[in-house]
């Protein structure tokens, strides 16, 4: 059975991208830590990011990057924090966290109400950025 990532992206059920590519998406979590809060993730459904190829892990990287820099651009962070957990689905995932004390990484700071507006404001911000900067790869 796909995962949801696959599914979102696949176009089964709804997703808010800001990037996309031949071998990755960008979008929002619908339970972000902080706004701004995005996933980077392969469209190659990979459960374990020890079973990326290397070219794939570095395309990831590149992306999260980019992204990272715009989301400095957008939100003004102290740091914009990554991380790989992958733990909540069973598909590879970097989570890019705009954030200001390290406690910003825990799960229980997930915003689980979040609001569709919020969510639609903190995409369009990312999206300006990536113009900004020249990437031609972002979704609307």
Not at 97 to 126: C, M, T, V, W, Y
């Amino acid at each position: 059975m796909a995962s949801v990532f696959t599914r979102i992206i696949e176009g089964q059920l709804p997703g808010r991208f800001v990037w996309k590519d031949d071998r990755c998406v960008v979008m929002l979590t619908i339970a972000p830590h902080a706004p701004g809060h995005v996933m980077v993730i392969p469209r190659e459904e990979i459960d374990h990011w020890l079973d990326l190829s290397p070219e794939l892990l570095a395309h990831l990287t590149r992306v999260s990057h980019q992204v990272g820099q715009a989301l400095q651009d957008a939100f003004k962070p102290v740091k914009v924090g990554m991380m790989i957990a992958g733990l909540e689905v069973p598909h590879v995932h970097v989570h890019l966290i705009p954030i200001r004390a390290l406690g910003d990484f825990s799960f229980s700071n997930a915003d689980h109400d979040a609001k569709a507006e919020a969510l639609d404001e903190a995409a369009a911000q990312i999206r300006e950025a990536l113009r900004a900067r020249g990437h031609a790869e972002v979704s609307d």
